[in-house]
Structures are given as C-alpha cells and as structure tokens.
C-alpha cells in the first residue's frame, strides 16, 4: 500500500486548467465514488480549491494507479489528456506524505501561511470520512496533517503579521488605539481598498462609519452597506472631528486636506489621536500632516513597505514550520513502516500459541492423576515460557529500525512463519 | 538577619531587572513569568526585611536614607504589581524593574545604621507623611515608565519602523491611559503629602512653610502634575507632551529625593 498525491496548483496551472479540473458541489461525491471505483484504488480523499485540485489516495501500485487516475480525471471532466498532463503532479511514499503536511500548514500556499487552506482540508477530510471514502491510512494521515499544521501555526509567527494592504490598516490601528470597539471611522471616497479595509475594522468591532463621498448617492449606498451615515463631501472636514480613523482614496489629483485644516480638526477634537490612511494615488492628504502631534499619516507605500516586511517574516517563519513538518513526516513514515511488522507480529504469537496449545494437549492426556489446579500451574508455566521466547523478538520488531524489512525476513525464516499476509514493498 | 533578607530581595530584584531588560530584544512568554517570579520573589524578601527591621528598632524604618531608598522601591513594586493587574503588558516590567533594583541598590551602599529619631519626627505624622509621599511617588515612577514607553511607541509610529520592540509595545492610547490614572492617582496623595507635612511642621516647628528645598522641590514636582492634569482637562493635551512632563515630573521627584540631601541643607536631610 502506498500514499500518492496527484494533483494540480496555482503553481503547475493556471486558473483554467485549475476550474477545469475541480471537483465542485455535487461533482465531488461523485468524483470520490469514481476514484473509489478505479482497480487498485483502496483509500481516497479529494481537496479541491481555487488555487489547487488534489487527490489525496492509497494505491497497490504507483505507476498503474497513477495512470487510472489520469485516465479517469480525462474521462471524468471530458478533457484531453494533453491539456492538463503537463500541469499534473505526481507523488508518492514519503514525497507524497510531505506535500500533504506542507499543504495543511499552508507552506505551499500563493499567500504563505494563510489560513484558508486548513479549513478546506478538514472540509476535504470530513468529506471523506461521510463518503466512507478514506480508511486507516488517510485518516491518520489527514489528521497529522491538520495537527501539524496547528503545530506550526503556535510555534512559528507564519500566520502571524498582516500580508494585505487592509489588514495591515487594521493591525496598525490597534497599535493606536487599545479598543476599537468604541471607534469611529470615516471613508473620504469610495474606492475598492477603502470599503475592504473598512470591512476588516468593522469586522473588528469598529462603532461607526461615516461615508464622504463626492457623488453623495453613492455615498448613501455604502454608508448603507455598513449601517454607517453618509456625510455631505463638503462637510467633511466638520465631520472629521468624530473620526477616529480616515481612510482617504478620493482619487482627487490634489491634497484635500492640509496641515492647517487637520491642526484646526485636533484642537477641536481635544487632541484625541486619529490614524489616517491615504491609499489614494496620487496621494490626497499633505504628508506634512504627520508632523502634527497625535496625527498618525499613512500612505499606500507606507502600508505596502509593512506588508512587505510581515511578507519577508512569514517566509524566515517558514523554515522553522518546514522543520516542523520535516520532524512530523519522519513520525508518520516510522508509523507507516511499524505497520508492516503486524501481520509477522501476529502470525508469531500465533504460531507459538498453536505449538503452546498442542504440547499442551497432548501432555494431558498423557498425565491421568493431576489435579485441576496443578493442570492450570502447567498451563501457566507453558504461557510463560512462549512468552519470554517471543518476547525479544517482538520488541525487535516493533523497535524502528533501518532494516526493519530484512529483519522481517529473517523472524519468517528463523520460525518458519509463511508469508501469506505478506505485503509487498 | 534584616541585613540577609535585604540582600536576597536586591539579589532578585536585580535578576528580574536583568531578565525583564532580555525581554526589551526579545520576546518571549517564559522570560515575562520569570521576570514576575523574581520579583515576587523580591518582593516578599524585601516586605520581610522591612517588617524585620521595623519589629526590631521599634521604629519606622525610613529614618535613613538607606531605609527611605528601600522603602520607595517597596512602594514601586507594589504600585507595579497593582498596575500589572490592570493592564497585561508583559514589557511594562523592562521599563519598571530597573528603576526598582537601582532605587535598591542605591540603598543599599548607603549607610545601614539605625538613627534613633529626634523627638521632633517623633510622631504619628511621620508614618501618615512618608507614607503618602512615597506612594504618590511610587505612582509618579510607573507613569514615568509608562512615559517613556508612549515615546518610544509614538516614535515608531511616527518613522514607520514597525518592527521588534513595536510589536511588543502596546497602543499609544493605552500608554497615555496609564500614564494619565497612574498621574492621577499619584497627585492626590502628593497633594495630601504636601498638605500632612505642612500641619506637621506646624505642630512641630511653629510654622506651616519655611522655603525648605525639600519642599520647593516637591512643590515644583507638585506644579508639573498639576500642570498635565489641568491642561489634558482643559485644552487636551496628551499623548506626547502628557508623556514627557510625565517623565519631567520624576526626574525633579527624584533630585527632590537624593539630590536635594546632597547639595542643600534641608529639615528632611536624613541623619
């Protein structure tokens, strides 16, 4: 029995090769019961997202199982082999194991250490588990998966530090202000960024939005969207006494606000500290404004220089959570190669408990005057002595060891155990 | 015995201050528990030294300037640890330790031996006076911490260096919060200090105010506080300026505390 991976990614294939060969909604469980189907396919679980299509399964034999699947992947998405072959991975044994691990921790992601990704392979996982799908293998295999990768998720910084313009607004405003609940925020003008970073902060708890727009009806739309209130664009500055937070993108060619009018705005606001982020190009807010006390100006460059950094941290974070993965895939193979001491583990207790119970037999009805409880000392003294016999061998087996195989082997021979349950390598 | 237990105090004191300093370059959950182990640690170590002495001589032990020093960092490590309740800042140890181990190491190279009092200090005065005076200044030291933290934090956000200490460091709001409650706490009782003194050296000397340097410092200090209160009330000003007459307020506190022994004959001058 081998692990294999076969699949695509945001790396190997673009996005049309990628939608193309997803397994989506009602697709899925078919598609699970189609793999299942294949010869020589025992255990199948199926991760499919927008950035990759994989097939997580347990095989005979790697080459045959392999061209199965492409075969069936063809047939299933009535595609020509050719137009994804060449974007199509294929993995197996412990390479196999590793991507999987790596994929959960999110090492393998377009944004490393997002942390999407662990959620669809639990989806992925519980999918299979409903489906009946996966067996011993998958199973222990996904949940190491999933364990490791909350491993690296608390003992590496790989999820931590915003990697988005927006979230890194957000996290900055927590370093300004200690609660956002009881804050206010002021959109000056309607673009795309704006309205994502001011989701993030209503997301965060953010008490009211007011919403300046130049065309006041959009304005109204948006302020609607957030439950916030929609303010006259020439009343703003006026308004701006109750933002706590600005957040410009006005895409006027000029400054709409300059030092003397924010100096005017903080007197009035008692001083009380206000973060203003100017993600308008060209810029719409003097950068002299950052010189005012309490005034906090970020522009886009600004946020983009931290998303760089936290995006420069996240991947020194990330050899620390390939170590880890490295260490948990060491432990998932040494479980894999334990595995295949059980059918010798148990045909020798088998064996010895069989010449146990013969000699046992045949001694009773050789010996006519012996009491019950001297036939149960006899009993127990033969259990004892197969069980130190096959004591040391046992614990051979079970040891990790690199010639676990021949090893193997060699108790067959040694106590001529057949090899009926044997499983090929 | 008193001498032993105050050792062992200075000697935790100063390796939490040693480990809460680590923690300003690196961060690390197991250096902030250790930083609080040691200095409970000292800190129950010190209480015991000075009960011990207290019990001993009979008398309140902040007759001397050695006692006074240790006395104060008492104050400050119980205001910190109070403060710690409030607000979980695992660094606001590396900006307090070190003000509390130098406050004791101070105090210990000065002169340890017991001056019997004059009959003028002798007097419930002495223990109401000190005792505000101290925790009001116990206060005032964390602020000052607390200032220097919001100046640093403000600097990074400022320059945009958004990294290593930033991260560790909490908003700048709540910064000049604390500093604006901890100011507010220590005002009071510096104001009660000021005014327990005066009755004081009435009854004792005759007269309400007599232009002691003592007392013109603490005045000055006293002014500087009230000045950052009054104007934060008034026309709002926090933050950076809250921050640094916050800073201010201590430096005087402290000339007010050793200097002024040193450099100008005073009625406070320990023995």
Redesign the interface.
């Known amino acids: 029995m081998k692990i294999i991976v076969i699949g695509v990614n945001h790396k190997t294939a673009n996005v049309e090769v990628r939608e193309r060969l997803a397994f989506n909604g009602e697709k899925l469980s078919e598609g699970i019961a189609g793999l299942r189907s294949l010869e020589g396919v025992n255990e199948v679980a199926v991760l499919s997202t927008c950035n990759r299509v994989e097939l997580y399964a347990c095989v005979d034999d790697t080459d045959a199982a392999v061209g199965r699947i492409k075969k069936f992947l063809s047939d299933f998405h009535s595609l020509e082999p050719e137009s994804f072959e060449h974007s199509l991975y294929a993995l197996s044994g412990t390479d196999a194991v590793r991507h999987i691990l790596r994929v959960a921790s999110s090492l393998d992601s377009m944004v490393l250490g997002e942390p999407q990704i662990l959620g669809q392979l639990k989806d992925a996982f519980s999918f299979a588990l409903k489906e009946k799908s996966s067996g011993i293998l998958l199973n222990r295999l996904l949940k190491k998966a999933i364990s490791t990768a909350k491993r690296t998720r608390t003992e590496t910084k790989i999820a931590e530090n915003a990697v988005s313009i927006s979230f890194a607004a957000v996290e900055l405003a927590k370093k300004i202000f200690n609660d956002l609940s009881g804050m206010s925020c002021m959109l000056l003008g309607a673009g795309e960024m704006a309205e994502l970073a001011a989701r993030h902060l209503v997301s965060s708890g953010i008490k009211e939005v007011m919403v300046a727009n130049r065309t006041y009806e959009t304005g109204c739309r948006l302020a609607e969207e957030f439950c916030g209130r929609p303010v006259k664009f020439e009343d703003f500055k006026t308004e701006m006494l109750f933002a706590d937070i600005v957040i410009c993108s006005t895409g006027a060619p000029t400054y709409v606000l300059n030092k003397d009018d924010m100096h005017a705005v903080m007197k009035h606001r008692k001083q009380k500290p206000v973060f203003i982020i100017d993600i308008s190009v060209p810029r719409n807010i003097d950068p002299e404004i950052n010189k005012l006390e309490n005034v906090y100006l970020y522009d886009v460059d600004d946020l983009q220089e931290v998303v760089n950094t936290n995006m420069m941290e996240r991947q020194k974070e990330a050899d620390k959570a390939s170590c880890i993965v490295e260490e948990e895939v060491g432990r998932f193979m040494k479980w894999i190669s334990s595995l295949k001491a059980v059918p010798v583990i148990l045909s020798l207790r088998e064996k010895a408990e069989d010449i146990k119970n013969e000699e046992f037999i045949r001694l009773k009805n050789r010996l006519k005057n012996v009491s019950d409880e001297d036939m149960q000392a006899i009993e127990y003294m033969a259990t004892a002595i197969i069980n130190k016999m096959i004591h040391a061998p046992m614990v051979a087996l079970k040891d990790d060891c690199e010639d676990r195989q021949e090893l193997i082997a060699l108790i067959k021979k040694l106590y001529g155990i057949n090899g009926d349950n044997d499983d090929e390598e | 015995m008193a001498t032993l237990l105050f050792e062992l105090a200075l000697t935790f004191y100063f390796a939490s201050a040693i480990v809460s300093l680590a923690e300003l370059f690196r961060e690390s959950r197991g250096a902030s528990r250790l930083m609080f182990f040691f200095a409970w640690a000292g800190f129950a170590l010190h209480t015991a030294a000075i009960t011990y002495r207290f019990v001993s001589t009979e008398q309140l032990p902040i007759t001397s300037m050695h006692e006074a020093s240790s006395f104060f960092a008492w104050c400050v490590m119980l205001v910190f640890f109070l403060i710690s309740r409030r607000y979980k800042i695992g660094i606001m140890g590396s900006f307090t330790m070190p003000v509390i181990f130098l406050l004791m190491l101070s105090s210990s190279v000065l002169p340890r031996a017991v001056n019997p009092l004059t009959p003028a200090l002798k007097s419930y005065w002495l223990a109401i006076h000190t005792a505000l005076a101290f925790l009001g200044n116990a206060a005032f030291a964390v602020a000052f911490g607390a200032g220097i933290m919001y100046l640093i934090?403000d600097a990074n956000?400022?320059s945009?260096r958004?990294?290593g200490i930033?991260q560790r460091?909490?908003?700048?709001?709540?910064l000049d919060?604390m500093n604006y409650k901890l100011i507010s706490a220590g005002f009071p009782l510096l104001t009660l200090a000021i005014i327990t003194g005066a009755l004081w050296a009435e009854s004792a000397w005759g007269s309400y105010w007599r232009w002691d340097p003592k007392e013109v410092w603490s005045l000055i200090a006293w002014l500087i506080y009230a000045l950052v209160i009054h104007v934060r009330l008034v026309?709002?000003?926090?933050?950076?300026?809250a921050a640094m007459l916050s800073i201010l307020g201590f430096l005087v506190l402290l000339f007010t505390f050793f200097g002024v022994n040193y450099f100008h004959n005073t009625l406070h001058r320990f023995p």
């Open positions: 934090q956000l400022k945009k958004l990294h930033f460091l909490p908003s700048i709001q709540t919060d026309a709002g000003w926090r933050g950076k300026k």
